[in-house]
């Protein structure tokens, strides 16, 4: 998986992965002689004549347990995509109202998008590598970013006029394009998929890593390997990377729901995909602002 939240999660992953349940002794065969020691075959247990076995149920239990409908998925606690829709429109909500509120602090407060940046960089490692999805730290995390994430776009839109409505148009597009074409089948996720998906997401990463260095040291400045046309390919490169990661995202929940898993996942699924389409804001955020930087 691209996705650490979906690719350390034991119910999200793939199946041929997971282990299954405890297997059972199986009992004699049928027809066996009980072993020595043992009352006789077929012989009921003493004081119980006339009532060994289960009582038969009479009709109208049976004609009851019948014509009842079947169980869903809410009755049995299990994960739907229903559940899953209102926990990532929730956070997404959650998540704008800080932003907002960012937005109009960050001039008297310029260290709270910063501080954000680094606590829901904390709690976003704390919520991937957990094993059971934590409501409370996920709601923190979705708190931390919309401090990051009103801070940041202040900035860009402040140096860049423009670009953020852009990111936000851009990233549901891309949201509802990734969402299009995975339902329709014209993307599928296979291992060659994933497996190409993870290199290429390595090389990112190691590429964004030098740049950071480069600049840190002042080896570079302004864009330093991002900016002119490479960094508008390099940032077209990494907005394709997280519309597929998207596509893996879907894949990932869709396997959840059709395994049965508990409705609590729900959570994690949610905070799966709220990292993913941060991701995606903040490439897009980069790109329209490398892009004016070009004219």
């Known amino acids: 998986m691209s996705n650490p939240v979906f690719n350390n999660s034991a119910v999200f992953g793939d199946p041929k992965n997971q282990r299954g349940g405890a297997a059972t002794q199986a009992g004699p065969a049928y027809g066996t002689p009980p072993q020595q020691g043992n009352p006789a075959y077929g012989t009921p247990p003493a004081g119980q004549w006339g009532q060994y076995g289960a009582q038969a149920a009479d009709a109208a239990t049976l004609n009851q347990m019948y014509d009842a409908p079947s169980a869903t998925t809410a009755d049995t606690k299990r994960l739907t995509y229903d559940d899953v829709i209102m926990k990532t429109g929730g956070l997404l909500a959650l998540l704008v109202v800080v932003a907002a509120g960012s937005w109009y602090l960050t001039p008297q407060m310029p260290a709270l998008w910063i501080g954000g940046a680094v606590v829901g960089l904390v709690l976003g490692l704390v919520n991937a590598f957990k094993r ?125 729901v059709e395994g049965g898993v508990p409705a609590k996942f729900a959570w994690s699924a949610a905070f799966g995909l709220l990292v993913t389409l941060i991701w995606l804001y903040l490439e897009f955020l980069r790109l329209f602002a490398i892009l004016q930087s070009s004219d």
């Open 132 to 256: 059971n999805p934590s409501p409370l730290l996920i709601t923190l995390y979705t708190v931390a970013q919309g401090a990051f994430l009103g801070g940041i776009s202040r900035f860009y839109e402040a140096q860049w006029s423009g670009v953020v409505p852009s990111a936000v148009v851009a990233t549901i597009a891309t949201f509802a394009a990734a969402l299009f074409l995975f339902k329709s089948g014209k993307v599928r996720v296979t291992p060659k998929f994933t497996r190409w998906l993870l290199i290429a997401m390595v090389g990112y990463l190691a590429f964004s890593l030098v740049n950071v260095v480069l600049l840190m040291f002042g080896a570079l400045d302004g864009w330093g390997l991002r900016g002119g046309a490479l960094g508008i390919v390099v940032s077209l490169v990494a907005v394709g990377l997280a519309a597929a990661s998207l596509i893996v995202d879907f894949d990932s929940i869709k396997r959840g």
